[in-house]
T-cell receptor, first 115, second 112 residues
Framework: DTEVTQTPKHLVMGMTNKKSLKCEQH?????MYWYKQKAKKPPELMFV???????INESVPSRFSPECPNSSLLNLHLHALQPEDSALYLC??????????????FGSGTRLTVV | GQNIDQPTEMTATEGAIVQINCTYQ??????LFWYQQHAGEAPTFLSY????GLEEKGRFSSFLSRSKGYSYLLLKELQMKDSASYLC?????????????FGKGTKLSVKP
């Protein structure tokens, strides 16, 4: 299995809703990431998990709450989002940090629309 | 701050060769990645350079000069399916391990 699987592929939610994005990989990768990508913009790092521990939080608002239940799963819990949070949310994983064997594998993303 | 520059858009003809340049000024450097991203899809890994020189992989080659803070992606024998955005990304390493900084991407249009 050489994939990162993200669910759902599309999500429409109201500003008062609570929802979760899920990400799963079975490649034995030790690092997992959440990126946010707006249209025609590059991906922007949100969170990094290393060995199931949060190692980087790029000053993301608290309405986004990451969770890493185990080494294969990564969740992003969403609450009280704003319309400007509408974007493609990408999950990625890597074997470690740095080096050609540590290239990121991205999931296909969740297209989130906040109404 | 971190700065990665790429041209915004490029156009090339099917069968031709195109070179996409990337310059970077970052606080750390632990390798440079090139990714391909089709509209609405996830980025896919193309190449990685950490030492100076040329890495060749089929129709795609990537070059790095660390002293100049410069890389390019060379695409040969262009095909229509190569129309996509190409993202240059620098791994910062050190205390920012895991932080991959992306350029804004170059949208390549391949015309018949």
């Amino acid at each position: 299995d050489t994939e990162v699987t993200q669910t759902p592929k599309h999500l429409v939610m109201g500003m008062t809703n609570k929802k979760s994005l899920k990400c799963e990989q079975h490649m034995g990768h030790r690092a997992m990431y959440w990126y946010k990508q707006k249209a025609k913009k590059p991906p922007e790092l949100m969170f990094v998990y290393s060995y199931e521990k949060l190692s980087i939080n790029e000053s993301v608002p608290s309405r986004f709450s990451p969770e890493c239940p185990n080494s294969s799963l990564l969740n992003l819990h969403l609450h009280a989002l704003q319309p400007e949070d509408s974007a493609l949310y990408l999950c990625a994983s890597s074997q470690g940090f740095g080096g050609p064997n540590y290239g990121y594998t991205f999931g296909s993303g969740t297209r989130l629309t906040v109404v | 701050g971190q700065n990665i520059d790429q041209p915004t858009e490029m156009t090339a003809t099917e069968g031709a060769i195109v070179q996409i340049n990337c310059t970077y000024q970052t606080s750390g450097f632990n390798g440079l990645f090139w990714y391909q991203q089709h509209a609405g899809e996830a980025p896919t890994f193309l190449s990685y350079n950490v030492l100076d020189g040329l890495e060749e992989k089929g129709r795609f080659s990537s070059f790095l000069s660390r002293s100049k803070g410069y890389s390019y992606l060379l695409l040969k024998e262009l095909q229509m399916k190569d129309s996509a955005s190409y993202l240059c990304a620098v791994s910062l390493g050190g205390g920012s391990q895991g932080n991959l900084i992306f350029g804004k991407g170059t949208k390549l249009s391949v015309k018949p």
